[in-house]
Each structure stands twice: as structure tokens, then as C-alpha cells.
């Protein structure tokens, strides 16, 4: 069996340790999660039968502020990917320097298999199961793989049936119960601003340049039409059951249209249908994973002809790959600034619920640029200045800001 994700994930922590030379102390104190919880989720299903499902909510570190983190619907959802993704939140956090810990969730649950009155039993049951970890000033999940503004407006319900009203528990609710707007294109528009400005950086010539996308759900889509809208050409997009491709580009609206009534991508009939493998190795000038994890392997690094990627998903890379990659000298920018821009228009939603007040969309967006660039560029001058990739320079200025915290708190 190989190491897991987080194993994965404290690779690239642990070299920022070296890097910055922590002491030993501070770098147990700020790898190991600082509080795990797995519940029992029994759910009577529609059939009359009553199934268990398993959940977990991991805290992995509180020192700049409250816990923040999805909640990940998905099959192999399991505690050691939870925890990976729980420390990609604080390293994420402190990077755009929002004032959050960092935290994940998860039930290992096939979404697609549940009626909608079973996922809303379902939430539930998890959320009065975790709900005297969570709270506005305490932990505030969010939508994440699986799950969406809907899933969020139950566990706001939920929470405040025992709490009382309490919008800012969770974030990326609808706008109806008091979400944010632009929180549901917020990541793709974040990783679209980025691209933006690498594009302009690079002197690369933003009319035609060719955009892979790996996924096509929230963050896929948004980020493939506002990439479009921004002059780039997307050729090749895909989802779980394989992708489409199209040299001369995709039209997004009607693709997403395609998926609307079909379910996926594939037989799409403007483009030719590929395997998500065919996909990742297409001749492309940007390569966008936004799916899952661990896509781009020691098995394909190698063959991956885009000499610049931006991480979308989560941990798309491992540090195996990651390696291939800069060797081959390929521009790799990291999931932790890449897909921030969810949990920065979280951050405005939650501060938003908190003033009783609501940002017009301009506003939104807006803040959303300045906070996510402004973040770009501390990383890419300190790739630059100290002589290190963009994910060393990320994680570097992440978990600097995270061991200054708990120093500055005087835990030991
Ligand atoms: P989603 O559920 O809306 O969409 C996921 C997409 O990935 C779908 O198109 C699905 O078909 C595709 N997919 C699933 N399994 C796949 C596989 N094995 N191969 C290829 N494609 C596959 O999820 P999302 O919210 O868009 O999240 C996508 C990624 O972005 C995740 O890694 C998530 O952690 C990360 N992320 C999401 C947000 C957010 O705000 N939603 C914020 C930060 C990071």
C-alpha cells in the first residue's frame, strides 16, 4: 500500500518546516490535527430499512481564528483524506491571510445513490452528531465534493434548531438563506483571476491560448466559463465519465446544457469524446485540474505536454509528480492559492451574516480579485526572491504565518 494524502500533504509541509527551520515542537504541534471526530450517521431510508453511514469532522488547527472547511460527500471519503485536506485548509487560510484555522468533513457517501429527502435526513443526523464542535466562532463548514448551497441550508436548519437562528455557522448557503453572492462561482472566478494575471506575468497572449479542465461541476464550470469569457479557449473539458475535446474550443453554455439533461460531458455533440487520462495528456498551453485528488501521478507526469498548471482541486498533484514536473521545468501553481477563492467569499459571507448586511455582487467580486491577487503575488515574489516553486513559496509563507500564531499565542 503507498502513503496517504496527508502522508502526501506533510511531505510538502515538512520541507516548508526545513525550510524555515521550526523547531521539532512546532512541527508536531502544527502537523498533527488538533481534534478528530468520527460519528455514526444511522438514516431511516425511504425503503423503511435503516442504513449507517460513517462521518468525520477533523480540526487541524485554530491558532489564527475559528475552524474552517467543506463537508465532502464521496465514496472513499475516509479520516486520513479528511485530515490532508483539513491541513491543506490551514496552510490556505493563512496564505490569503483570512482569519481562520483550518478544518474538513466528510461521509463516506455516494451522493447520486440517495433520494433528496434521504441526503436531507442524512445532513441532518451528521450535523446534530458534530454540532457541539461547531458554531459561528468555533468551526463553519462549507460546500465542498458531493455537496452544495443546499446541503448547507440543512445544516444551518439543523444547527439552529438546537442553537436558534445562526446563518454564520456555515457558508456557501443560498442566497435565500442568507449566502453570499458570487460565493457559488467564487472558486473558478478566483482560479480565473489567477490565470488572468500568470497569463499577463507570462507575457503568454491571452486570445486563444489553449485551456484544459479536468471536472465540470461548481468549480470546473465556473472557472471554464469565466477563463472563456476572459479570451482563453477551452478545448478539452471532462467529468467522472470521461471528457470531450475540441481544438477549435467549446462552447461552455451549451456544454453545460449538455450536462444539464444528460448527466455528464461525453457525447456532446460538437466534440470528440475522450477518457479522462486522454485528457489530462492533451497538447494544451494550461492544464486545469478541478476534480479529485491525486490525478497527476508519477505514472503521467511525465506526458503532461501543458507547461502550466493550476490546481483547482485539491492535492491534483503528488509530491512524486510534483517533482517530475518542476524538473521538467512546468509552472505549477498550488491548490492552496489556486482554489481560495471558495473560502475568501466564505470568509465575506460569514462576515456579512455576522453584520446582519449584504454585499452587492460587484463588491463581492471585487474583493474577491484584490484579496486572491494580492496573495499571487506575495507567493510569486517570494518564488522569485528565494529561488523556490510557487508551491514552496505558498506553503512557506502558510505555515510560517501558522507557527507565528501559535508562538504569538503562547501555547508552550
Ligand atoms: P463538484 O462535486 O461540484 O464537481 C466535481 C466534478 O469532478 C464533477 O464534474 C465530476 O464529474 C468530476 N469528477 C468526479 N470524480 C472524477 C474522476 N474520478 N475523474 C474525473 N472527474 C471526476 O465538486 P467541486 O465543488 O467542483 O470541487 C472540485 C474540486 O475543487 C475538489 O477537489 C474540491 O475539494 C475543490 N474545491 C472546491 C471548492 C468549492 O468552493 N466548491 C473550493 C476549493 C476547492
Not at 288 to 294: L, Q, S, Y
Not at 296 to 301: D, G, K, L, W
Amino acid at each position: 500500500m503507498g502513503i496517504s494524502v496527508f502522508d502526501e500533504v506533510n511531505i510538502f509541509f515538512d520541507a516548508a518546516v526545513d525550510r524555515l527551520r521550526l523547531p521539532d515542537g512546532i512541527r508536531e504541534m502544527l502537523r498533527l490535527p488538533w481534534r478528530e471526530l468520527q460519528v455514526q450517521i444511522p438514516v431511516r431510508m425511504d425503503d423503511g430499512h435503516i442504513k449507517v453511514f460513517q462521518g468525520f469532522r477533523v480540526q487541524h488547527n485554530g491558532a489564527r481564528g475559528p475552524y474552517k472547511g467543506g463537508i465532502r460527500y464521496h465514496p472513499k471519503a475516509g479520516l486520513e483524506e479528511v485530515r490532508a485536506l483539513a491541513s491543506l485548509m490551514t496552510w490556505k487560510t493563512a496564505l490569503v491571510d483570512l482569519p481562520y484555522g483550518g478544518a474538513k468533513g466528510a461521509i463516506t457517501v455516494d451522493p447520486g445513490q440517495l433520494s433528496f429527502n434521504e441526503l436531507n435526513r442524512l445532513t441532518r443526523r451528521y450535523t446534530q452528531n458534530i454540532e457541539h464542535l461547531i458554531g459561528p466562532n468555533r468551526d463553519i463548514p462549507a460546500p465542498d465534493l458531493g455537496t452544495n448551497a443546499q446541503t448547507m441550508a440543512w445544516m444551518m436548519d439543523a444547527y439552529g434548531q438546537a442553537h436558534g437562528h445562526s446563518p454564520a455557522v456555515v457558508t456557501g448557503k443560498p442566497v435565500e438563506m442568507g449566502g453570499s453572492l458570487g460565493r457559488q462561482a467564487a472558486t473558478g472566478r478566483g482560479v480565473a483571476n489567477i490565470l488572468a494575471e500568470a497569463a499577463q506575468d507570462s507575457r503568454l497572449d491571452i486570445q486563444g491560448e489553449r485551456v484544459v479542465i479536468q471536472g465540470f461541476g461548481n468549480v470546473g464550470y465556473w472557472a471554464a466559463k469565466l477563463i472563456a469569457d476572459g479570451g482563453f479557449l477551452i478545448i478539452g473539458v471532462s467529468g467522472v465519465d470521461g471528457g470531450v475535446y475540441n481544438p477549435k474550443g467549446l462552447d461552455i453554455d451549451n456544454l453545460a446544457e449538455h450536462q444539464r439533461v444528460t448527466g455528464g460531458v461525453t457525447g456532446f455533440t460538437e466534440a470528440k469524446t475522450i477518457t479522462n487520462q486522454e485528457l489530462l495528456l492533451l497538447e494544451c498551453d494550461i492544464l486545469i485540474p478541478a476534480a479529485i485528488d491525486n490525478v497527476i501521478t508519477e505514472n503521467n507526469a511525465s506526458f503532461i505536454k501543458a507547461p502550466l498548471i493550476l490546481e483547482a482541486a485539491n492535492h491534483p498533484v503528488t509530491p512524486v509528480a510534483d517533482r517530475i514536473l518542476t524538473e521538467r521545468g512546468v509552472t505549477v501553481l498550488p491548490d492552496i492559492l489556486v482554489n481560495a477563492g471558495g473560502v475568501i467569499v466564505s470568509y465575506f459571507e460569514w462576515t456579512q451574516n455576522l453584520q446582519q448586511f449584504r454585499w452587492t455582487e460587484n463588491t463581492v467580486n471585487d474583493e474577491l480579485k484584490k484579496k486572491i491577487l494580492q496573495a499571487y503575488h506575495e507567493v510569486r515574489a517570494r518564488a522569485l526572491s528565494d529561488g523556490v516553486t510557487h508551491r514552496e513559496a505558498a506553503f512557506d509563507i502558510g505555515v510560517g504565518r501558522v507557527a507565528q500564531a501559535v508562538t504569538l499565542r503562547g501555547f508552550v
